[in-house]
């Protein structure tokens, strides 16, 4: 018989959250953590844990074991355990779609390591990302080392998997100085405050949104949290949770929005929506009050990244020491050189002038 699908129940009884569901027709109850403690987001993530393994049971070690049981029985179950809610979702999504959706019947050990190659061949000629054929190459090694681990397989047919070298990579644009001095030309005062916060701060778009009036001081502002989905959650690493410096005309742009949107508490979002118990979406306030603004002068190619990406880059040229900027962004050194980090042509070229006039004779 074909067991119900259960999601399970959150109330709040007393000072602590409780999750509810069945098991075998038996009511089960159980105390996830007390409200001081946890809010009603992470109670939920909790119980959808708990729900995870209810409805996905520990598949029983044998020959017929599909990738898509193994998965949704044994993976997910254990390491959404250690993932954030951002990443549980991509992550979910992307097996599912991409690897559960065409081999998720098949028995897991029936695959081979020509298989698989195969199949991330066959995704770069439907043209996706670098970065996706990337990702299902980590989740396919991931899962078959998991599945050798715990007994289900013997040999693991992931080891020599490559990323294809078609694969489409994306450009990774930044904004001159003359295109960030366009941009803060053409946006009201809202829109202006959050690309500051964006490219003068290097704050990332969920620090931006989850930031409360308590959280911003007159020389820096303070990430203790981040808005995923509608969902307040914790900062993204731990270096994420920081002090982001603030610049003098950032302060008195911060000041001046105080102003306008009159807040009554120091508890109250910086960018409430139009519920202000909430705080607004990213996607809405920057579909509303920044790329209209940036389309009229030809910059609707920016997006929140490419303005992250702008402060590193100028701060590189600029001359800022490296490990100033990560500390800035919330990144380890080598993310904010490695990824963030590119060097104007101009820079590059006053670099082989240099070396030129040291060592060319001719």
């Known amino acids: 018989m074909r067991k119900r699908y259960q999601k399970g129940n959150l109330r709040r009884e007393g000072p602590s959250w409780v999750a509810q569901w069945r098991d075998q027709g038996r009511k089960v109850r159980k105390t996830l953590g007390r409200v001081s403690e946890m809010n009603k987001s992470q109670a939920l993530n909790k119980l959808a844990e708990i729900m995870q393994q209810v409805n996905n049971p520990l598949p029983e070690l044998t020959?017929?074991?599909?990738?898509e049981q193994f998965v949704k029985g044994v993976y997910i179950p254990f390491f959404s355990r250690k993932w954030k809610a951002s990443t549980f979702g991509t992550t979910e999504d992307r097996i599912r779609y991409h690897l559960l959706r065409e081999l998720g019947d098949r028995p897991l050990n029936s695959f081979t390591r020509d298989d698989l190659q195969n199949h991330l061949d066959a995704k770069v000629k439907r043209d996706l990302s670098f970065s996706i054929v990337d990702h299902l190459k980590w989740d396919l090694r991931q899962i078959f080392r998991m599945a050798v681990a715990e007994g289900y397989l013997q040999k693991n047919p992931t080891l020599l998997l490559f990323t294809p070298k078609e694969s489409r990579k994306a450009v990774r644009r930044r904004m001159t100085r003359e295109e960030v001095k366009q941009l803060s030309g053409v946006l009201s005062l809202r829109g202006r405050l959050v690309c500051m916060l964006a490219l003068i701060a290097g704050m990332r778009p969920g620090e931006i949104f989850g930031l409360c009036w308590k959280h911003v001081a007159e020389d820096h502002v303070e990430v203790v949290q981040r808005v995923y989905r509608g969902n307040i959650d914790s900062p993204k690493t731990t270096h994420s949770r920081r002090q982001v410096a603030l610049s003098g005309k950032l302060h008195e742009v911060i000041e001046e929005w105080r102003a306008a949107s009159a807040p009554k508490s120091l508890?109250?979002?910086?960018?409430p929506s139009e519920k202000p118990a909430t705080p607004m979406s990213k996607d809405n306030c920057w579909r509303r009050f920044i790329a209209p603004q940036l389309k009229e002068v030809g910059l609707d190619w920016v997006n929140f990244l490419v303005l992250r990406r702008t402060h590193s880059s100028l701060m590189k040229d600029m001359?800022?020491?490296?490990?100033?900027v990560a500390?800035?962004?919330?990144?380890?050194?080598?993310?904010?050189?490695?990824?963030?980090?590119?060097?104007?042509?101009?820079?590059r070229k006053e670099?082989?002038?240099s070396l030129e006039s040291v060592?060319?004779?001719n």
Do not use: C, R, S
């Not at 508890?267 to 960018?271: A, D, L, N, Q, Y």
């Not at 919330?330 to 590119?342: F, K, M, P, Q, S």
């Open 63 to 67: 020959e017929e074991v599909t990738l």
């Open 267 to 271: 508890e109250m979002w910086v960018f």
């Open 359 to 361: 060592v060319w004779i």
């Open 351 to 353: 670099a082989v002038n």
């Open 327 to 347: 500390d800035q962004l919330g990144h380890t050194l080598d993310v904010n050189l490695n990824v963030y980090t590119a060097t104007a042509l101009e820079t």
């Open 319 to 324: 001359g800022v020491d490296p490990k100033v």
